[in-house]
């Protein structure tokens, strides 16, 4: 494996300019390329204000600034690049444009200098195929803003010397990042990972279960996500993340588990991108979300009599211990009586299902997410059959909240939101591992950093029980009959096994 001194990074954009920061920063001298030369003078003003400011902060001495500094070292034309060790390509996301400034670079480099991609989207064989030697092709995919999202992909191709990839495994560790490793296969892991929670919040809404700003406040406060779907949308900007969903649902072939909604392509058409266009998901008078007060929950006017289904143990167990605390009076027998509140506690099932498999009243019958935790959450969940009457419906949330915590009501959904959301994310993680995409320790790290997950997707899985998740999953393709839901065998099998699904 070589000694790498010298780093080229061929476009001055936002993400050339953030990996020729943290290069120069780990002591090595950059090479900062962009064909259009005046790019590259306005990158370097820009790092020179970024390190001062950091100076200012104390985040670097004034010495590690200016060494930092003084190796940047901006590239006339591509012949600059000639003693490069390893050139770093960030230009723009075309297969054809990286093809041909692939070829041209090769011409120009020693043989054994590595040729590597930052593309977040494009096959690395695929760019690799336009090179003489494309064995010393693979792929560094950096997030963005490349100083604070600490992990990076290292993506071997078909036909990547392994040698390579340990080479950026090792440079990105010296940087102070987190490196990853995968295989060349649409997403690779982040992008890959990341269809759960956007394309299953979208579906929800899709289908009427509730709004946007309701899905999320559940992810937030109830699931433990620092995001929902669409405040991460509208961060992103809509205008990358649609395309994303349809590139990665069109390279596996139309996978029902990445199918994107024509939610997104609508917003897309009429220029709702989120933040950067003022208005996506939520609007953004003067730069600051616009989000609408939620009503206080009903009071609670009357003594409840609650009977909750003992169909599912773990729903029932839970249900009880928080209706009991907060001063429901529980009836303990086999059939409710005929002015009881009925709780039932699915796991993938809706409510409309629950009350027909059990035989229940569709009145008075009002579904309570349970799969998190009660003392781990800030909000609640309940869910109401298109039968299910006002009035205890209201009872329902009256009771739920009377300790005030926030409440919200959903319409019937296999699988309530959090359930629908988080089952996904663990499952489309598990069918990484199952195709060895990654290994689920680095499934785990990517997500984590590249996403912010609170923790990585199969550590999820195994916190809530990775049974439960499959339950939620096989109950979810029963009620809908779709094939997205279908649960992967590398959960089956470790639920099968009682292992867990973070290892191998």
């Not at 072939?253 to 939610?263: L, T």
């Not at 699915?346 to 009350?355: E, I, K």
Request: hydrophobic share 40%; charged share 20%.
């Amino acid at each position: 494996m070589k000694t790498i001194k010298t780093v080229g990074v061929a476009g001055a954009g936002a993400m050339g300019r953030g990996i020729a920061q943290i290069v120069a920063q780990a002591g090595l001298r950059v090479r900062l390329f962009d064909a259009n030369a005046q790019a590259t003078a306005v990158a370097r003003e820009a790092l020179a204000t970024t390190w001062t400011t950091l100076t200012a902060k104390g985040k670097l001495t004034q010495e590690q600034a200016d060494l930092a500094l003084a190796n940047i070292h901006p590239a006339q034309d591509i012949s600059a690049l000639a003693d490069c060790d390893l050139v770093i390509e960030a230009i723009i996301e075309r297969l054809d444009v990286k093809q041909k400034f692939f070829a041209e670079l090769e011409k120009v480099v020693s043989s054994d200098c590595y040729l590597v991609s930052n593309t977040s989207s494009l096959s690395i064989t695929s760019i690799a195929a336009a090179c003489a030697k494309p064995e010393r092709v693979a792929g560094y995919h950096f997030f963005n803003p490349v100083p604070l999202m600490k992990v990076v992909e290292v993506i071997d191709g078909l036909r990547s010397d392994p040698e390579v990839g340990d080479a950026l495994m090792a440079l990105t560790v010296r940087m102070g990042h987190t490196p990853v490793r995968a295989k060349d296969m649409p997403g690779f892991i982040v992008n890959h990972a990341g269809r759960g929670m956007n394309t299953e919040g979208l579906r929800i809404v899709q289908e009427s279960v509730t709004d946007f700003q309701t899905v999320d406040a559940i992810m937030r406060e109830q699931a433990g996500f620092k995001m929902g779907p669409f405040e991460l949308m509208d961060l992103t900007g809509l205008d990358v993340s649609q395309p994303v969903m349809e590139s990665i649902y069109w390279q596996f072939y139309d996978e029902p588990r990445f199918r994107p909604s024509p939610i997104g392509t609508v917003r897309v058409a009429g220029g709702l991108y989120g933040r950067k266009t003022q208005g996506g998901f939520y609007a953004y008078p003067d730069g600051q979300k616009q989000v609408t007060p939620e009503p206080p929950s009903p009071a609670l006017t009357q003594a409840c009599r609650v009977w909750v289904s003992p169909d599912h143990a773990l729903g029932h167990t839970r249900a009880t211990q928080l209706l009991k605390r907060l001063g429901a009076t529980i009836q303990t027998g086999s059939k409710p009586g005929p002015d009881d509140l009925l709780i039932v506690t699915p796991f993938g099932l809706d409510v409309s299902t629950c009350v027909a498999q059990q035989g229940l009243d569709p009145l008075r019958t009002v579904g309570l997410d349970t799969l998190h935790d009660f003392e781990l959450t800030k909000r609640r969940t309940l869910m109401v059959s298109p039968a299910t009457t006002s009035h205890w419906r209201d009872m329902a949330h009256a009771l739920v909240g009377s300790d005030n915590i926030r409440v919200c009501v959903v319409q019937d959904s296999a699988g309530f939101v959090a359930q629908r959301v988080v089952a996904m994310i663990v499952n489309i993680a598990c069918d990484i591992a199952q195709q060895s995409i990654a290994t689920p320790g680095d499934i785990d790290r990517a997500v984590n950093l590249g996403l912010g997950y609170p923790q990585g997707p199969l550590t999820i899985g195994d916190t809530l029980g990775a049974e439960n998740i499959l339950e939620i999953l096989r109950n979810m393709q029963s009620v809908t009959g779709d094939p997205r839901y279908r649960p992967s065998l590398w959960l089956q099998r470790r639920v099968q096994l009682g292992r867990s699904l973070a290892t191998a």
